[in-house]
C-alpha cells in the first residue's frame, strides 16, 4: 500500500553554482554544477500550451513563452519519475526545460531563505486597481487583489537583461549573442541566458520580494532609494553563494583562506559581464578590473557616499560595506582555527591547505555567511515603509539583531558599523555611531490604560486568527480584514487613538498628521475622511506577524504594522534657493495633476510600529515625519535632478531603452502603476 507513504521533504534539482561559463574552465567545471534542495510542494500543471503544462507550485508559475519567436517551449515535467530518479534534468545550455528547471530551483532557494531570516511567509505585492468612477464622485474606489503567484518568463527578452516587472508581478530572462571585448574571454557570438545564472535569478527574485514588502521603496525620493533595491537585491545574491559547499571549498583552498582576495563567491553574473564586452563579473564586491585588464581590490572611500548619485554605483557601496563588514566578522572567527594550524604563528606554509583545514575554514565561512544574510533580510521589518537612507538600513541591522541576539559576543554589530563608517556611511540625527546610540530606542510606555486593553485584545485576536495558517491567500485575507473591516485597525485607531483629543499623542507617535476639521486638514495638503470618517486620512500599508527563533532558544513574537500618509507640496524656487511655499500645500487625489503647478511634489511620511506579543506592548516606532521639510526640500531637489544623478523613476519611459545590462528594476510605466498613489 502506497497511500502512507509520506511525501518526500525535499525536492532534488540540479542546476548551475553560478553561471554555465565556468563549466567551460578546467579550474571551476567539477564545482560549478550542485544539485539544489528545494522544499517538496504538490506541482500543478499549468494549461495553455500545445507544448504541455508548466510547473506552477504555491509561490510561482513558470510560462515559456518567447515573443520573439512567438512559440511556447516545450514544459519541464518536475514531477516525471525519470526526473525524480536524477535530480531533474542535467544542466544544459541548450535545453530549454532546464532551464525552467534552474529558475524553479533558483526562485524557492531565495524564498525560503526570507522566510527563515523572517519567521512568516512571504506575500508578492498586491494588484491594486481603481473601480471605475460613478457620476459625482470625487474619488473612485481603489480595489486590493491577492497575488498567488509570481509569474516567471525564462525566454521573455531577446535582449541582454532581465528585469522584475511589478505592474505583471513578473520576472522576464532575456538571451542575446555575446560580444566580448576579447574572444578569448567568452566565445563571440555565443548565446547567453540570463535565466541560467544563479546571481541573476537571485537578484530580480528579491526585487519581487522587496515590492511585496515595502512598496515604496520603488519611489525615487532620494539617492539611496533606487541604490538600496539593486544593493540589497546584490547582497542576497552575494551570500546564498557561501550555501555552495562545493566552490566555497574551492575558493577557500584558492585563496588560502583569505577571501579578501579575488574569488568567484565576491562577484555577481560572471558570464553577463564578459559578454557584453567586459574582463569580469557585471559587478564584484571585493574588487574589480583597471584600463590594463588588472584585477584591483576596492579601497574604501568615504568620500564617495557624498558624490557618486548613480543608483548601481551608489549601491555598490552598501554592497561593499555589507561585504566588508562580513570579511571581518570571517576573519575573526576563523583565527583560532588559524593559530592551531599554524602553531600560532598565523602564518600558513607554502603549498595546498590541508583538507581538514580548508573544511573547517568554509564551515565558518558558511555559517558567517548565513548569519549575515539572515541579519539583512531581517532588518527590512526594522525600515521605514518609505524614503529609506542607507543610514536606515545600519540602524535596521543593528536594532534586529539586538533583538535576537541581546550579547553581541561575536562582535558582529560593531563589524557592521566599522564597515559602514569605512565607507563614509553616516546616520542623521545620530550623535555617534557608537552601537547603542545606533539601536533604535525602545518606546516608552505612555499609551492609557483604556489604549493597552484595546491594544492588547487586537494582538491577541490577530495572533489567533492569522498566526497558525499557513495557506497565503487565507493569512492575506485574514490579514487585510484586520485592516479594513468592520472592526479592522482603521477604526480601532480612530476610535481609541485619534479621537476625543488625542491626535497630538498619535501624532508625535506615527509622523502623521491630524489637523482637526476637514477645512483644515485639506489647508496641510492632506485628504480627510478616506478610509477614515472623520480625521485626515491615513493607509495601513503592512500588517505582519513574524515568529522567530533566537540563537538562545527564545521565541521572538512581534506584529510589525506600516502607516503611511500622503500630502502635495509646493515650492518657491529661485536661482538660488528652494522653499516650502506654506500656502501651497494641495491634496493629491482631489488636485488635477495640471493644478499643481510647476513646482510640485507627492510627498509620503508614516512609521513602522513593531509590536511585542510576549508582552503587549510597543516596542518601536521608526518613523519618518510627514511635516519634515528639509526632507521635503531634499526630494524636490532630488526630482529635479539637483542632487545629481539620473531622476528617472522606476517607472519613466526613457530608462528601459537606455539600459545596457540585467538587475534592471526599472521599465515602462504603464496606467495600472496609477493606482500606487493611492497609499
Not at 573544511?359 to 521589518?381: P, S
Not at 491615513?538 to 500588517?543: F, K, L
Request: net charge negative; charged share 25%.
Amino acid at each position: 500500500m502506497t497511500s502512507n507513504i509520506a511525501p518526500p521533504v525535499v525536492r532534488k534539482l540540479r542546476g548551475y553554482a553560478i553561471d554555465p561559463s565556468l563549466s567551460t574552465a578546467l579550474l571551476t567545471m567539477n564545482v560549478n554544477e550542485l544539485v539544489y534542495r528545494v522544499e517538496w510542494e504538490e506541482l500543478d500543471s499549468r494549461p495553455g500550451s500545445s507544448q504541455g503544462s508548466f510547473p506552477a507550485g504555491e509561490y510561482l508559475e513558470i510560462v515559456d513563452y518567447d515573443p520573439a519567436t512567438g512559440q511556447f517551449y516545450e514544459a519541464v515535467d518536475l514531477d516525471h519519475p525519470h526526473l525524480l530518479a536524477q535530480d531533474g534534468h542535467a544542466p544544459s545550455v541548450s535545453n530549454p526545460q532546464f532551464h525552467q528547471q534552474m529558475v524553479y530551483a533558483v526562485v524557492m532557494t531565495t524564498i525560503k531563505n526570507f522566510e527563515q531570516a523572517l519567521g512568516r511567509k512571504v506575500q508578492w505585492a498586491e494588484n491594486i486597481r481603481y473601480s471605475e468612477q460613478q457620476d459625482g464622485e470625487e474619488r473612485s474606489e481603489v480595489i486590493f487583489e491577492f497575488v498567488p503567484r509570481l509569474r516567471i518568463y525564462p525566454h521573455g527578452l531577446r535582449q541582454a537583461n532581465a528585469f522584475y516587472d511589478p505592474n505583471k508581478k513578473a520576472l522576464l530572462f532575456g538571451y542575446f549573442s555575446a560580444s566580448p571585448a576579447d574572444p578569448r574571454l567568452q566565445l563571440p557570438a555565443e548565446t547567453v541566458f540570463t535565466c541560467l545564472s544563479h546571481d541573476i535569478i537571485a537578484h530580480e527574485t528579491t526585487h519581487a520580494l522587496l515590492d511585496g514588502f515595502h512598496r515604496r521603496y520603488i519611489d525615487a525620493t532620494h539617492p539611496d532609494t533606487r541604490a538600496f533595491h539593486e544593493a540589497f537585491a546584490d547582497i542576497v545574491a552575494l551570500f546564498q553563494h557561501f550555501s555552495f559547499p562545493d566552490v566555497l571549498k574551492h575558493q577557500i583552498a584558492q585563496t588560502r583562506g583569505d577571501l579578501k582576495q579575488q574569488n568567484l563567491l565576491g562577484q555577481l553574473a560572471q558570464q553577463f559581464g564578459k559578454a557584453v564586452g567586459g574582463y569580469g563579473s557585471l559587478r564584484d564586491a571585493i574588487g574589480g578590473y583597471d584600463k590594463d585588464n588588472n584585477w584591483r581590490p576596492h579601497t574604501p572611500d568615504p568620500k564617495a557616499y557624498r558624490t557618486v548619485m548613480d543608483f548601481h554605483t551608489r549601491g555598490s557601496i552598501l554592497v561593499a560595506a555589507v561585504f566588508d563588514a562580513f570579511l571581518s566578522i570571517y576573519q575573526h572567527r576563523v583565527r583560532r582555527v588559524m593559530r592551531i594550524a599554524t602553531g600560532g604563528t598565523g602564518l600558513l606554509p607554502e603549498g595546498e591547505l590541508h583538507p581538514d583545514l580548508v573544511d573547517e575554514m568554509a564551515e565558518t565561512a558558511a555559517k558567517t555567511a548565513g548569519d549575515v544574510l539572515r541579519i539583512c533580510i531581517r532588518a527590512l521589518d526594522y525600515c521605514p515603509p518609505m524614503d529609506i537612507t542607507f543610514g536606515d538600513y545600519l540602524r535596521a541591522i543593528i536594532t534586529a539583531d539586538f533583538d535576537m541576539v541581546a550579547e553581541d559576543s561575536r562582535g558582529y554589530r560593531v563589524a557592521f558599523v566599522e564597515a559602514f563608517q569605512k565607507w563614509g556611511i553616516s546616520v542623521v540625527g545620530i550623535k555617534s555611531m557608537a552601537v547603542e546610540d545606533l539601536l533604535h530606542e525602545l518606546h516608552p510606555d505612555k499609551l492609557s490604560s483604556d489604549q493597552q486593553k484595546q491594544l492588547g485584545a487586537f494582538l491577541r485576536k490577530l495572533k489567533e486568527s492569522v498566526g497558525y495558517l499557513t495557506d497565503r491567500k487565507q493569512i492575506y485575507e485574514k490579514t487585510k480584514s484586520f485592516i479594513r473591516g468592520r472592526l479592522g485597525l482603521h477604526k480601532r485607531i480612530e476610535a481609541k487613538f485619534v479621537a476625543s483629543g488625542k491626535e497630538d499623542n498619535f501624532a508625535e507617535l506615527t509622523g502623521l498628521m491630524f489637523p482637526g476639521a476637514q477645512e483644515a486638514t485639506e489647508k496641510q495638503g492632506l485628504e480627510f475622511a478616506y478610509l477614515t470618517t472623520q480625521t485626515a486620512s491615513y493607509a495601513v500599508g503592512n500588517v505582519w506577524l513574524a515568529n522567530r527563533v533566537t540563537p538562545d532558544g527564545r521565541i521572538v513574537n512581534h506584529v510589525v504594522v506600516t502607516l503611511i500618509q500622503k500630502r502635495g507640496i509646493r515650492f518657491d524656487v529661485t536661482s538660488n534657493s528652494v522653499t516650502v511655499r506654506e500656502d501651497g500645500f494641495f491634496v493629491p487625489d482631489k488636485t488635477p495633476r495640471h493644478k499643481r503647478g510647476a513646482h510640485h511634489i507627492i510627498f509620503r511620511g508614516g512609521c513602522t510600529l513593531i509590536f511585542d506579543l510576549n508582552t503587549m506592548r510597543l516596542r518601536y516606532s521608526i518613523k519618518k515625519d510627514i511635516d519634515d521639510r528639509e526632507r521635503m526640500i531634499r526630494q524636490f531637489k532630488y526630482e529635479q535632478g539637483m542632487l545629481g544623478g539620473d531622476s528617472d523613476t522606476y517607472f519613466a519611459s526613457a530608462t528601459m531603452n537606455a539600459l545596457a545590462g540585467p538587475f534592471a528594476f526599472m521599465h515602462s510605466h504603464t496606467a495600472g502603476s496609477e493606482a500606487q498613489d493611492d497609499q
